[in-house]
């Protein structure tokens, strides 16, 4: 059975989420890898505030390729999630992010982070980039646009397939 | 016979292909996909490979990037002795091409200029990797295969005692590609290099990513040895995503070197399923 589920959400429909479940996601989540992870715990280090919320927020792990004319956006799949395991504590713990969404499995640490909050992790299919830009209907970037691909973007989804990979109770496919 | 090759004609050659590996599967790296999907069992599997059919169908069709990460381009050159360029060399066309083929093919940029310290995106994806060998004639072929960092991230080498033999290899390849689970986009292509140097065999399992997948070493030693690993591989259950299931890699490509008394080095270069290259004789 597949759920139908919208972005953002609360701790109920993380709770609801459970290890194999598939998943059409809609909605508007944020994406950020490496660079986007360490300028926001930075930003906590400082004290000083988020550029964007994370509350009830959905991070997805992602670089997208830029937009050729008449496109939203370029190839859009999921980098793996493994190189943002030393930042994903921090988000969740102090800005109560309510998931991720991203390739490959995560450390104990970033699951025992998850069951605390809870927070829930979405696999994305890993090389289907082309794929999963039909899915994205609007692309703004939002923060760190220095960064080029690396910049945080607020990205609007329409039934994005992702696999509960981890739940909020520790189970993991991987 | 010396032979003069515009220096204008590399770089566009090099720009179009950047493009086309990007947006095109190879037809064997299609046809092992389809096969593979035949022999999944899992339910999760099965879904896996019907996207990554549409996906490279899409691909094609919009001309859009297979996948995001559209890689270091990495070149491998057989340049004619008896070829000249009418300026520039090499290096020089080859970074210019990849410059314009990232650029004008809406391809991702994903080369930072300093490894530690600045790590900031040189915006052009260049420099690019050449791995030159010089070949008698007067043509030049060139061979682009854009190396995405999540697989790439999962290479692995170590220096095996002599003494660790056929066991040793078998058993470092199985468990590098398992412990990488999902990272490296299963299912993968394994490139495996025994032999050489260090620096040797690392290029040889690079190479042998450029094969035909599923065509096996002419020497039927190591095409057993091929065939021993992709089975334990497959044994291990990761499966595609590393979400479980039959196939976690479509093949083992193993490429072998004369080497040291004392050595038996291996290096290990995975691919995923995505398993782009492109090449042109001029």
């Given amino acids: 059975m597949t759920k139908r589920i919208s972005a953002p959400f609360g701790p109920e429909t993380v709770k609801s989420l459970r290890a194999g479940d598939r998943v059409l996601l809609s909605g508007k989540i944020w994406t950020g890898r490496d660079a986007a992870h360490k300028r926001l715990c930075a930003l906590l280090d400082e004290g000083k505030p988020l550029p964007v919320s994370l509350e009830n927020e959905l991070i997805y792990f992602v670089g997208p390729c830029p937009a050729s004319p008449g496109k939203v956006i370029g190839s859009a799949g999921p980098t ?11 988000l969740i713990d102090a800005c109560h ?5 991203g390739k490959g499995g995560r450390s104990a640490a970033v ?16 090389g289907a980039g082309a794929l999963i830009s039909k899915c994205i209907k609007k692309a703004d970037v939002a923060a760190f646009g220095d960064l080029g691909p690396e910049a945080i973007f607020r990205l609007e989804i329409e039934d994005l397939p992702l696999v509960v990979a981890i739940d909020c109770y520790g189970k993991s496919l991987y | 016979m010396e032979r003069i090759v515009k220096f204008d004609e590399v770089v566009e050659a090099a720009a179009a292909l950047c493009g086309k590996a990007a947006c095109f599967l190879p037809e064997d790296v299609k046809k092992s996909l389809l096969a593979a999907a ?55 066309a080859l970074d210019e091409g990849t410059r314009r083929g990232y650029t004008r093919n809406y391809l991702r940029k994903s080369i930072v200029s300093d490894p530690l310290f600045d790590r900031k995106n040189t915006r052009d994806n260049t420099p690019c990797i050449v791995h030159l060998k010089l070949v008698p004639g007067d043509k030049i072929g060139l061979t682009l295969a854009p190396k995405g960092g999540g697989s790439e991230n999962m290479s692995a080498l170590k220096m095996l005692k002599p003494s660790d033999g056929r066991a040793g290899v078998v058993k470092f390849v199985v468990d590098t590609v398992v412990s990488a689970g999902g990272n490296p986009c299963p299912p993968t292509v394994v490139g495996v290099g025994i032999g050489g140097t260090m620096e040797k ?13 599923g065509a096996p ?43 040291h008394l004392a050595s038996l080095p291996v290096a290990v270069n995975i691919n995923c399923h995505a398993a782009r290259h492109a090449q042109i004789v001029l």
């Fill in chain 1, 111 to 126: 699951i025992e982070a998850m069951k605390r909050g809870p927070a829930v992790y979405f696999a994305a299919t890993g």
């Fill in chain 1, 80 to 90: 793996t999630s493994g190189r943002m395991d030393a930042y994903s504590p921090r």
């Fill in chain 2, 217 to 259: 070493n002419e020497d039927p030693r190591y095409a057993e040895l091929e065939a021993e690993i992709l089975e334990k591989i497959n044994a291990s259950g990761v499966g595609p995503q590393g979400l479980g299931g039959a196939v976690t890699s479509l093949a083992v490509h193993i490429l072998s070197h004369p080497c």
């Fill in chain 2, 38 to 92: 035949e022999k999944e069992t899992g339910e999760l599997g099965k879904e896996f490979f019907r996207q990554y059919a549409e996906n490279f169908r899409i691909a094609e069709a919009d001309k859009l990037p297979l996948c995001q990460d559209t890689g270091f381009a990495v070149w491998f050159v057989e340049y004619g002795t008896d070829v000249r360029l009418d300026k520039g060399d090499i290096y020089a």
């Fill in chain 1, 97 to 101: 992010l309510a998931g991720m969404i």
């Fill in chain 2, 201 to 213: 065999a690392a290029i040889l399992a690079k190479t042998a990513l450029l094969r035909k997948v």
